[in-house]
């Protein structure tokens, strides 16, 4: 009895597959998130400082300085974006362009100045986080604008420190207090992602559930419609599979709308929008997986779960943070990012639904919905004459 179990060939081929999948789901969960690096992060800078003429007409810009010692650092984890004025900056952080910016303020050599007179002003650096972007691209760009600031803290303290020594001047104890931290830091989050958001990945979490959802909708309906026309498709049956898909997405719609809504607390701006969003983009993935269940059969049921898989951990990351190899052959073209995307916008940046068309996703959808529609044109499965025969002889 032992001998003939070891000695079975299933238990191997089980424990191949097993390895198998071992690998895959590994490098599906944990090869694209362990130990992310970012690569030309975008952070902005914005430099108005008009800078500051001593007594003895020396020009001193504190601003130009910073700005050069930045743009002059030769890190590839970084891409400083110069804007022109702070209204700017702001503006492409709602576009989604930065994560992060530094605003040098037109009083800033003024400030620092200030400091070694008799009505001292302290100076003060604006830092700009872009919470909805991405809360791990976010967490980034403060740890390098935190990183950025200290170390420009200490050079002004430095040069303070020298002009003291130049001129002999004492040392008060409220000056010393002030040289101890020169400049002031504030940050303020901009389109922030709110409370119970999943620390912002509520946008990727409706995307697993949609998806998750919608895939089991449309094996169910796959399996209706294929055995009640034994597999040959027409206008009736493709019509029923889409009507009856439509009533399966805006139930699960609903559903999930009410329970994270109402039970778990998480903040919608607007019900009705959410719940027209959250159908538009589980129609757009019954389109997709009906597009290949239709023309591929049931193998197409493990890809469609590979996909989830492989992508679900990527889209919690920030792209930057990336593999070249993840964000260039994954990241760039799954449909799961389009819809993340979806309600970041509505969710975290305020924008109204369809602000900017259907967008990637709905184009995705649409082309989808034209080859479920083009599926009438796929030739029937030919029956085994054997069978033919058999059921025959059974009916007679």
Not at 275 to 291: E, H, R, V, W
């Amino acid at each position: 009895m032992f001998r003939t179990y070891f000695t079975n060939k299933l238990l191997w081929i089980g424990l191949g597959l097993i390895s198998l999948l071992a690998c895959i789901f590994t490098f599906a969960f944990m090869g694209s998130t362990v130990n992310p690096t970012p690569k030309e992060l975008p952070i902005g800078i914005v430099l108005e400082d008009d800078g500051v003429q001593l007594p003895n007409g020396e020009e001193l810009n504190f601003g130009e300085k910073l700005s050069e010692q930045i743009k002059n650092n030769d890190s590839t984890s970084v891409e400083w974006i110069l804007y022109e004025t702070e209204k700017d900056a702001l503006e492409e952080m709602k576009n989604k362009e930065v994560y992060g910016t530094l605003i040098l303020s037109k009083d800033l050599s003024k400030n620092v100045y200030s400091l070694l007179t008799n009505t001292p002003t302290k100076p003060v650096i604006k830092t700009y986080l872009n919470e909805g972007m991405n809360m791990t691209g976010a967490n980034v760009a403060s740890q390098i604008t935190a990183g950025v600031t200290n170390q420009f803290n200490q050079q002004i303290q430095e040069q303070l420190y020298n002009r003291i020594d130049e001129v002999k001047a004492p040392i008060s104890s409220d000056l010393a207090k002030l040289l101890a931290n020169p400049i002031s830091v504030t940050t303020e989050k901009i389109n922030p992602i709110g409370e119970n958001s999943a620390n912002g990945n509520t946008p990727a979490l409706f995307t697993q559930l949609l998806w998750l959802t919608t895939f089991f909708s449309s094996m169910i309906l796959f399996t209706i419609v294929n055995k009640v026309t034994g597999g040959k498709w027409s206008l009736t049956s493709i019509g029923s599979q889409l009507l009856s898909g439509t009533l399966f997405v805006t139930s699960i719609s609903i559903i999930i709308l009410l329970l994270t809504e109402n039970l778990l607390n998480v903040a919608i701006p607007n019900s009705s929008d959410m719940l027209l969003l959250m159908i538009f983009t589980g129609l757009c993935f019954f389109f997709i997986q009906n597009a290949l269940l239709n023309w591929v059969g049931y193998p197409a049921a493990p890809l469609i779960i590979l996909l989830f898989f492989f992508s679900m951990p990527v889209l919690t990351m920030a792209p930057e943070m990336l593999p070249t190899i993840t964000h260039d052959w994954l990241y760039s073209w799954v449909p799961f990012r389009f819809s993340v995307e979806g309600f970041k916008d509505f969710l975290f940046f305020k924008k109204e639904i369809f602000e900017e068309g259907v967008g990637t996703l709905g184009i995705i959808g649409l082309s989808s919905l034209l080859l479920i529609g083009l599926s009438i044109l796929k030739p029937a499965k030919k029956t085994n004459n054997k069978t033919e025969k058999k059921q025959k002889t059974v009916a007679i």
